[in-house]
Structures are given as structure tokens and as C-alpha cells.
């Protein structure tokens, strides 16, 4: 009986140590295949799903003061650079606008006598020229009677004050041309001082009278839309915002120690929460923030305070999209991603060195029909 007991015992012990060894197998094998993948593939990535999708919000803001009387866009419209979005009432800029082409055009006549008493003034100096060698002749012949005593002193007193006076007469047309060619010598009517000034006016209030059609300065979506219909707006308030989807990137916020291969131009694929694993995304690292989030927030933490407790901070690296992938399937800002980096490339510049920075334009609208105005305005008064 003993005997029969510990061949069962022996047989029991020998297989749990066969179980044992094929779990340690097991477990070898496990830790060996983790440590291969880790050797030649994982250590090459880094990877984060605090990642979020940011782009630009454009807000249309008025440049004058005005009422609002039509809108034309609403939250989720989407809009083309140059379309109207909000009208002001242009009524009193209108006002504006017609008591300066009068202005200018009454300016432009006054301008134009300026140029036309020149004739005259040169007519008065010739005549006064006249009137002073008459004078001068009259008054040499006065002296040769006077030696004769053919007429009396007083005469001859008479003769000389006549000249004297033709001289002064001729003096003051001659101030009188030069003070009136000191306003126009060098330049034209259409170039003149005063008129500059007048069309330069004009040229401000038909600016803003074009400004009462606030233009989607790019193409994009309406979002975060306030303005209504009466409302009086001021320069600078914010009536609504336009966000161009083609303009999206994604600022994914990794870990200090995450940070260390990480360089421009290094490869990201991106997954996002919208549309799921089925839909990757191909991205480029092309920058890094210039602190983390905890620096820039509203209540920075204060570590020098003493109450101290670290904690590993996140700087955003900012990665570009590519707008075919954007086009096919479009994001929105604030989505959830996650991001996997891979560092295998390492012949771009290190995070936080300086990059060319990218520029952003817009243009206003042209003032090519208030030039227009200006010199029909001008030619008309030229006649």
C-alpha cells in the first residue's frame, strides 16, 4: 500500500514541475518576445493620447461703429473668402461721403482760380509797367520845362509822386504774382495740396463706407456667431468667428522624458477618436511649445512657495496634417487623437531650436473704386 502511495505521490510531483517549466517557458519566451520587440521596434516610438486638434479661429470684427442690418451667415455655414457676412447700416456714412465730393469738388475750383489769377496778375504787372514809364517819361519832360520855368514846382512834385506811386503800384502786383505763384509752382490741380487733403478725406469715407460689408477674410465654417439683427457694434467687437478646416494641426502633449529623440521632421501617425483605427493620419512633427501647459496656465503653480510636489509636465509638439487626409475626412478643433511618433529619423533639427515662422496674410478689400471716384470727381471740375 505504502509503495502504491508514493508512486502516486512521484507521479503527482512530476507533473506539476512539467506545469511549472512550461510556465516559466511560457513566461521566458513572453519576456524574451517583449524584450526583441522593445530592442527593434518600440524603443524607436513614442506615442500619446493627450492629443488634441487645433486650428485658427478667425474673428470678424468691425473696423467702424454701425448698426446691423442683414446677416448672412450662421453657425455651421460654410463661407468663401470675400463673401459677405454682416451689413451695417450705411446711411450716415452715405451723408458723409456726398458732403465730401462736394467739399472736394469745390475744392478743386478754388484751386483752379489759383492757376487762373495768374493770368490776370501777370496783365496787372505789364499794366502797372505801362502806368510806370509813363509816369517816368511824364516826368522827364516835367523837369525840362521846369528848368525853363514853364511850369511851377508843385507840378513837378505832382510828377514825381506820380512816379513814385507807379513804382509802389508795380512792387505790390509784382508781390501779388509771387505770393499767388507760391501756391501752385510745382505742382498741378490734380496734385495740389488742398486737393490731396480733400480726397484724401473722401478716399476715408468711402473706405468706410465699403466697410460696412464685414467680408470672410478666408474660406472656413462659422462657429461662435453673437451678432443680431439692430445690434450697435463698435470697432473690435467680435461678432462671429471663422474657422478654415484646411488650416488644422495637432498639438499632442507628451512627457518630459518622451521628448529626448523627438526631432522636425520625424513621422507621426495619428488615430482620432471620430472616426476610429480605420482611418489613420499621416503627420510631420514641426515644433514644440515654448513651455509646458502648466506654465501657461491661468493659475501657473507656484513650486517656490514650498508646498512642492513634482510632477512630470507635458509640452505640446505641435504636427502638421496632411490637407488630402483633411479633404477625405475632415476634422473639427478639439477632437481627441492619439499620436505615435517614430524617432528612427533623426536627421532634423531638435525641438525648440528656431524655425522659419509661418506667415498669415489677408487682404483688404481694394480702393480702387474710391480712386475712381476721386478722379471723376476731379475731371469733372477741371472743365
Not at 462736394?102 to 495768374?118: G, K, N
Not at 522827364?140 to 511850369?151: D, N
Not at 484646411?246 to 507621426?268: I, T
Not at 501647459?293 to 505641435?318: D, T
Amino acid at each position: 500500500m505504502s509503495d502504491i502511495n508514493a508512486t502516486t505521490s512521484s507521479s503527482t510531483n512530476g507533473k506539476r514541475r512539467r506545469v511549472m517549466l512550461v510556465i516559466a517557458a511560457v513566461f521566458i519566451v513572453l519576456g524574451a518576445a517583449l524584450g526583441l520587440n522593445w530592442l527593434f521596434n518600440s524603443r524607436f516610438y513614442e506615442d500619446t493620447d493627450n492629443a488634441y486638434v487645433q486650428g485658427n479661429v478667425v474673428q470678424i470684427t468691425p473696423q467702424i461703429v454701425g448698426t446691423v442690418v442683414k446677416i448672412f451667415a450662421d453657425d455651421t455655414d460654410l463661407v468663401k473668402a470675400g463673401q459677405i457676412l454682416v451689413s451695417l447700416d450705411p446711411s450716415d456714412t452715405k451723408v458723409a461721403v456726398e458732403q465730401a465730393e462736394a467739399e472736394l469738388a469745390q475744392t478743386v475750383r478754388e484751386v483752379r482760380t489759383l492757376y487762373t489769377s495768374h493770368k490776370q496778375s501777370d496783365a496787372n504787372l505789364a499794366q502797372r509797367q505801362v502806368e510806370l514809364t509813363r509816369a517816368e517819361d511824364d516826368l522827364v519832360q516835367r523837369k525840362k520845362l521846369a528848368s525853363s520855368g514853364t511850369i511851377s514846382k508843385e507840378e513837378l512834385r505832382h510828377a514825381e509822386a506820380t512816379v513814385n506811386a507807379a513804382h509802389a503800384a508795380m512792387d505790390a502786383a509784382r508781390e501779388q504774382l509771387s505770393s499767388g505763384r507760391a501756391l501752385t509752382d510745382g505742382t498741378s490741380v490734380r496734385r495740389h495740396p488742398n486737393v490731396q487733403r480733400a480726397s484724401a478725406h473722401l478716399r476715408e469715407l468711402l473706405l468706410a463706407m465699403q466697410r460696412t460689408s464685414l467680408l470672410a477674410p478666408v474660406n472656413g465654417q462659422i462657429a461662435k456667431r453673437s451678432v443680431q439683427v439692430g445690434q450697435r457694434v463698435n470697432p473690435g467687437a467680435p461678432l462671429m468667428a471663422v474657422i478654415p478646416l484646411d488650416q488644422l494641426w495637432v498639438d499632442a502633449n507628451f512627457k518630459e522624458g518622451q521628448l529626448r529623440n523627438m526631432r522636425a521632421g520625424q513621422s507621426v501617425t495619428l488615430v482620432s477618436d471620430l472616426y476610429g483605427s480605420a482611418v489613420k493620419y499621416s503627420g510631420k512633427v514641426i515644433g514644440m511649445g515654448a513651455g509646458t501647459g502648466g506654465a501657461f496656465a491661468l493659475l501657473p503653480a507656484q513650486n517656490a512657495s514650498g508646498n512642492w510636489i513634482k510632477v512630470v509636465q507635458r509640452v505640446p509638439v505641435r504636427i502638421a496634417l496632411d490637407p488630402a487626409q483633411l479633404t477625405e475626412h475632415p476634422l473639427r478643433i478639439g477632437l481627441s487623437m492619439q499620436a505615435e511618433v517614430d524617432l528612427r529619423d533623426q536627421n532634423g533639427n531638435p525641438l525648440g531650436t528656431v524655425k522659419e515662422s509661418t506667415t498669415y496674410s489677408f487682404e483688404t478689400p481694394a480702393d480702387n473704386f474710391a480712386r475712381a471716384r476721386i478722379d471723376a470727381i476731379i475731371d469733372a471740375n477741371l472743365k
